[in-house]
């Protein structure tokens, strides 16, 4: 049997793992393990697919003229600096394959999304991760990483899995820091969940080397149709476009994103249901002795003693049906990363963990 070798990089890549769904031996499960929408995708948009079926023996649109309209609408952005891929993961991956070959670098943050390393592997380049403070993006460290090799620069803003985020001014000094042929790509899948922030967008449309992503599976709750969007210089659209599968967005998922955009009374809703719920399991949890850092999106990081406690409040979790993500392929193996559920599972969440803390403290 003939074997073929792939490319360099690509067998360093661990498989990843989305966050689970079942429980062995456990029904009626509530998943807050993927920071998806409790709400789900607005009746707008679940409208939209619904007659987009009808004509789903049709091919789509390839130029993704009437999401990339509708998108630039709402946000104020001029469409043809927009390109739309399969979540915002096949923005990133084309980025790291259109800019990221054999001897280039790629930076991200220690606990940044597990995508800038599994990207920059499959282009042959090598993934630099950079320290954070205090799971805080940290620019300065970012700066003293770069060399003459770095090709794109990766900071989550607001960060999966730590929830923290850093403000536009440091994301600018990044920006203008950067070496020649550098560029700084803001993944801000959670932006929505963050009050009066673009997500970089008006850095994007000013700064050549700055590049912005986002995506509708979060507060859009359109995850289960893969759907995101990145924003930038027309020159990086002009690139991107020329790798981009024609066909990569279906009809019914053009349809369900272009209608989740223009409701943008669920996008109020979801966000404002998120913050009072965020901040009231934050505090019932740090009152049982779990604290998180401030979180700015739709999950909180809560933080155990050591991997251990970490680990054994997972399983107590999951025997009440409640799966939240172990973290540890994050760098953060004494946390747990627990999804903004709906009211009734953030309740149960915080009474499963303070007993365990309290059958802790009395071990």
């Not at 999106?297 to 003693?305: G, H, K, T, V």
Request: some cysteine.
């Amino acid at each position: 049997m003939t074997h073929i070798p792939p490319q360099p990089g690509i067998m360093d890549i661990a498989l990843y793992e989305g966050g689970a769904s079942h429980v062995a031996g456990v029904e009626n499960v509530v998943k807050l393990s993927s920071n998806e929408n409790p709400l789900g995708a607005s009746e707008k948009a679940r409208d939209a697919a619904i007659r987009a079926a009808h004509l789903m023996h049709r091919y789509p649109s390839t130029d993704h003229a009437g999401l990339r309209g509708a998108i630039a609408a709402v946000h104020g952005l001029a469409p043809d600096r927009i390109i739309c891929g399969v979540g915002s993961d096949e923005i990133i991956h084309l980025l790291a394959q259109a800019y990221v070959g054999p001897g280039d670098e790629v930076l991200f943050t220690e606990h940044g999304f597990l995508m800038y390393r599994i990207s920059t592997l499959a282009a042959g380049g090598t993934p630099v991760a950079v320290p954070e403070r205090e799971r805080v993006t940290d620019v300065d460290a970012l700066l003293a990483a770069l060399t003459p090799r770095t090709r794109l620069v990766f900071v989550a803003n607001p960060n999966n899995p730590t929830g923290t985020m850093i403000c536009l001014s440091e994301l600018e000094r990044l920006a203008r820091g950067l070496p020649e042929g550098a560029l700084l790509v803001i993944d801000a899948a959670y932006a929505e969940y963050v009050e009066n922030y673009d997500g970089g967008a008006e850095l994007a449309s000013r700064l050549p080397n700055v590049f912005m992503t986002r995506t509708f599976s979060k507060i859009y709750g359109l995850g289960g149709l893969r759907i995101g969007w990145g924003y930038g210089a027309r020159e990086v659209i002009d690139v991107l476009s020329r790798i981009r599968g024609p066909f990569n967005l279906s009809s019914v998922a053009l349809a369900a994103a272009e209608a989740a955009v223009n409701d943008q009374a669920h996008v109020e809703r979801s966000r404002g249901e998120n913050a009072r719920l965020r901040a009231w399991l934050a505090e019932a949890l740090a009152e049982k002795g779990v604290p998180s850092d401030s979180s700015t999106a739709n999950f909180i990081l809560a933080r155990f003693p050591d991997e251990a406690a970490a680990s054994a409040c997972d399983a107590a979790l999951k025997a009440e049906g409640l799966i939240v993500r172990q973290v540890g392929s994050y760098g953060l193996a004494s946390c747990l990363r627990i999804t903004i559920g709906d009211e009734p599972a953030c309740r149960r969440v915080a009474h499963v963990i303070g007993n365990f803390m309290a059958d802790r403290a009395r071990a």
